[in-house]
């Protein structure tokens, strides 16, 4: 590939909902968990959806997690899909083709709800026992946050 380079694309603006928590590899879960409180307390959402997409999936398990061991009474709903992504080179040198790859990438995204589910969907969680979820209020999370640095 050292006669290719890639071309860049234009990404699309998509619109994001207050309720979207997206993922990625470079975030960290404690920022992430920090948000879902801003989304489910101070906005008064009912839901907040965490999606991720490759190798951010582990972090996005690991978010949700997280936070229905801190927000009581949340019900789960998680789905799997895959997208594809087209990757375009061109030549660097002339008499050779462009070239385009594709590659699948697996795409997940939870929704975490104070609502009830629908509890038939194959990806439902129903909430974690009381005994198992340790609130903690915006004053203590902000107090948690200090310390390094």
Known sequence: MDKYRRVQKVKEEVEKTDEEIRVTTAGSVSGYVSRA????NELNKQFVVIQATGNALTKAVTTAEVIK?????LHQIA????TDI?????PLEEGLDKVIDTRSVSVMEIKLSKDPLDVYDKGY???LDES???EID???REEKGKGKG
Not at 37 to 40: E, F
Not at 69 to 73: L, W
Not at 79 to 82: A, E, I, K, P, R
Not at 86 to 90: C, G, M, P, Q
């Open 132 to 134: 198992m979820v340790k």
């Open 37 to 40: 409180g801003t989304v489910l």
């Open 125 to 127: 969680q129903p909430p």
């Open 138 to 140: 915006s004053e203590e």
């Open 69 to 73: 061991r801190r927000f009581k009474g």
């Open 79 to 82: 789905t799997l899909g895959t």
């Open 86 to 90: 087209v990757d375009e080179y061109e």
